[in-house]
Every structure is written in C-alpha cells, then in structure tokens.
C-alpha cells in the first residue's frame, strides 16, 4: 500500500474516533464560540520534539516562548509545550491534556498534516481556537475553530504551475516528489496550473520517503525543461545533491516547494544547490521589512539561538505576534478570543498578514527564488513573485 493511501487511512480513522469520543454524530461537533480573553490566557504548543521531526518542537516553542516573554510583551500569558512525536494519536492525547489539565485557552497544533486534521473537530467541538503554525493540509475551512499561519499547498503551488507556464515559458515538466500526503497535494496543485495554462507533464516520479538513492527516479528525467519537486529534511539533501551529480542542472532547471532549498538544509547541500529554486511565501535571506528585522532579531536570541533564521522560525513567530495581538483585541473588546484571532491584522516577516475569512489560512503572495553564492555563505536570491490562492 501506497505511503499516501496509509496515510490518508490513518487520519480518516482518527477522525471517525474523535467524532465517537466527542460524543457527535453526522455533521460534527457544533459551533460553540468561546469566550473572551480573560487576565490570565494558557497557550498550548503540541509540536514533535522526538522523532522524525524532532528539530520542529524546540524550535517552535523557542521562538514562540521568547515572544510571550519578551519585554513589553501582553501580560497574563502562560505557555506551556507538549512533545506529540509527529503522531497524530498522540497529539490527540496531548491536546486533551493541555484542554482538559491545563486549562488551555488556545492550542497551536501541528506540524503532521494528519494530526492537525485529527485534533480539529475535538477543538471545535469544545469552541477552542486551534492555529497551525507551519504550511500544512488544506480542509481547515470545515472546522469553526481552526486556522493556520501557514499556508496549505496549493495555495502557492497551483498559481505557481501557471506562473510557470505563462510567465516563465515552460513547456514540459517532470514532477518528482516524495511519496506521502503533503508530496501529493503539492504536485498536484502544480500540475494543475500548469496544465491549465498548457504546459505538459511528462512524467510524475514519488520516490518513498528516506530515499537514500535517488538514481533509478533521476535517470527517468528527459524532455523536460523543468523539474517541479518536493522534498524535505535529508530526502532533500540528498535529492539535491544527487540531481547534481547526475549532471540534470543544465538539462531541466530544479524548482522546489520551500523546504527542499530552505535555511534549515541549505548548509548541508552545499554548493549543489547553487541554482537550485525556490517557491515560498518567505525568503529566509531577508525581506528588508521591520517586521523580519524584529523577527530576525528575536530569533537572535530564541533558545536554541539562530545563526540564520529560517522559515519555521519566522511562522512561529507569526503565530505567537497573531495570539498576542488576538489577545489584546479580545480584551480591548470584550469579543471572544476565537472571532479576535479570525479578524487580526499584523505584520509578519514576509508582508502584512490576515486570515481569509471563508478558508482559515493567510492571505500571501508568491515568491520565486534562486540559490546564489554569497559573500559569506549560500544566499536567496528573488526572482519574481505571483499571487496565491485566496
């Protein structure tokens, strides 16, 4: 069985288990509003700190505890952080935990695109805001309570395929891809733009994930002038590397979802990566703005301490700055702390940030980046920007 049907499996039964536990049926849990933030406000970070992803938790509670913390920062604002492996069932325990022990007011939850999915109807069900902090599923729009910083997929890659097309002149693509739930949804927004603006796709390629030899899905790369990819952590390390040394760079131009080029791999890469692309909503290299100074800033002095601040940084960040300033609307108001975090308005490092009202994930644009040979180190370069997916 396919990685991207276990897991599909896998979140339809956490969420046909939740549905049994919160005591609903049919349509879901019902719409319950909450309340207004009071003096004292509980924040809960459920992010894997073991495991796979086990560099996401620390560095989401870092970021986001140097906020809360910070001088000047919203009084009355306690942060506590829970370690869910990247599993969604555990998520689900911890998030009760932190609901039902803790107090919890708001709960930031998840990194695993499954266990966001999983956790949201037990949330909406009890009228307590979920934010996710980093690019995850789509489907959040179904659940009342939930929204994210991050953007989902095909927000950004489905614009971009046409982008690709109509702006940048490519006529056939490869798509390469891990084999999983996000590797699927991000090349099929791709090719869905692409097609649309009619470009071709010649071949999809989903490698598993942990590939350690990408050779037998490289050699299968020809009459393409673009390879749109997918790939995270050591799979794009590797992949990267590997598409170098097959000598594919001045065959078809590399372009890759944010992570596969991003800061918290780049170093690893190397000079391989020179000339690689990259489609994000940020560019880790500075976006000249007050809000990335103020960002780059705190990162400086997060625990653990950025030498380069990279984009998890910057969405925890985001996702701390949005509560803070929910907080503070909803007590100003009087209006629940739920519609305060719906209707904020702040600056990110990336832009000026809201929430689009009938989707639950941020208003952004586009950009496209190349990776140049800096000064000092690998740095981003911009290429060009588009607008996503309301």
Known sequence: MRSRTWAALCVSAAMVLLAGCSGTAGGGPPRVDGKPAGSEVTVGLVAPSSGVYGLYGPTLGGMMKGVFGRDGAESGVTFLTEDDAGDPQTALTKVRKLVQQDGADVVVCCVNGAATLAVAPYLQGLGIPQIAPIPGPGGLDK???????????????????????????????????????QGHDVADGFKAGFTAAGGTIVKELYPPLDTSDYGPFLSQISDADVVF?????????????????????????????????????????????????????????????????????????????????NFVQANAWTTAVVIEQAIKDSRASGASLLKSIAGVSVQAPWGPFSFNAETHYPVLKG????????????????????????
């Open 143 to 181: 659940f009342s309570t939930a929204y994210s910083v991050g953007f989902h997929a095909q927000q950004l890659t489905k614009p971009f395929g046409h982008y690709a097309a109509t702006e940048l002149g490519y006529k056939n693509a490869v798509i390469l891809a891990s084999d999983f739930v």
């Open 229 to 309: 990819s997918f790939f995270g952590g050591a799979d794009a390390v590797r992949l990267v590397k590997q598409y170098d040394a097959a000598g594919l760079k001045d065959k078809a131009q590399l372009i890759g979802l944010g992570p596969m080029v991003s800061r918290l791999v780049l170093d690893q890469i190397g000079d391989a990566a020179i000339g690689v692309q990259g489609v994000f909503h940020y560019m880790e290299s500075g976006m000249g703005n007050p809000a990335d100074e103020a960002f780059t800033a705190a990162a400086s002095a997060a625990a653990p301490p950025a030498v380069t601040p």
């Open 367 to 390: 950009l496209l980046y190349e990776v140049v040979r800096g000064p000092e180190r690998l740095d981003h370069k911009v290429l060009g920007s588009f607008d996503g997916d309301q």
